[in-house]
């Protein structure tokens, strides 16, 4: 095949008009959506999989001396890794009913094929997949807030960290042994656990441990990935609603299509 890149070529060869037809039938917009929903959920899905496995690691050596303080957290995390496979396969799958909505209701398609119809079958499905998508989106924004907590966990944890070592050597009365970490205050340990909490010199050497590393940049990455997804739903939600609208407006002017 020759590229599209060199319009006179197909021009020469008759199929330019083929060639334009093809480029105005993309629906660019769904097409961008589904791309960033498909990196979101990568991101996420990966990140947040791999975080939860190193928070379990993380937690449990640091800020649980118990086993039985911390098995409600190692349930949640066991069984929200199982959810996380459920969630990359979904959004494939709907990923790609999204991009194939938005080729059959965009309005290029419509006028490249003249004699396309769309029915009340087409315009139903095309309105489940509005209220759908809305649904969706308010669910990924709690997922997105609820993200956030380990990450603001991390940074204030990083900070911390940070003044303890500003502390041991600026002062020269233990003063960096007042300022702590408690895991309990964000959820991760009930409120009876012991220690629960980290202070001092402790906490500055735990915040140089590969560990916390990893688990940071992996909460960050679960972060940025549940923003992009999010991000991809509000897009298609406007896609989808504009395409629908047409397909409406259309139908009550009594075009055929």
Aim: with cysteine; net charge positive; aromatic share 18%.
């Amino acid at each position: 095949m020759f590229p599209v890149k060199q319009p006179w070529l197909c021009k020469a060869l008759g199929c330019y008009d083929c060639c334009i037809r093809c480029l105005g039938a993309v629906p660019y917009t769904s097409l961008l959506a589904t791309l960033l929903c498909y990196t979101g959920v990568a991101l996420f899905c990966g990140g947040g999989h791999e975080a939860l496995t190193h928070t379990h690691t993380f937690i449990e050596l640091y800020f649980a001396r118990d086993v039985q303080d911390f098995i409600v957290m190692a349930d949640f995390i066991k069984y929200f890794q199982y959810v996380i496979y459920g969630l990359a396969s979904f959004f494939f799958l709907y990923g790609l009913l999204l991009l194939a909505e938005g080729f059959y209701t965009t309005s290029a398609v419509k006028q490249t094929f003249g004699e396309f119809r769309s029915t009340k079958f087409g315009r139903c499905l095309s309105l489940t997949f509005i209220i759908l998508t809305c649904v969706l989106a308010v669910i990924w924004l709690v997922v997105f807030g609820f993200t956030a907590i380990p990450v603001l966990f991390f940074i204030n944890m990083k900070s911390s960290c940070h003044k303890v070592n500003i502390l041991s050597e600026t002062t020269m009365f233990n003063q960096q042994a007042r300022v702590c970490m408690d895991a309990r205050m964000y959820g991760f340990l009930p409120w009876n656990a012991l220690p629960g909490i980290v202070c001092g010199n402790t906490l500055a050497n735990i915040c140089k441990t590969p560990e916390f590393y990893v688990t940071y940049d992996l909460y960050i990455c679960a972060f940025a990935g549940a923003g992009i997804t999010l991000l991809a739903l509000l897009i298609y939600v406007v896609a989808t609603t504009y395409n629908y609208a047409v397909l409406r407006f259309l139908g009550r002017k009594g075009i055929r299509f």
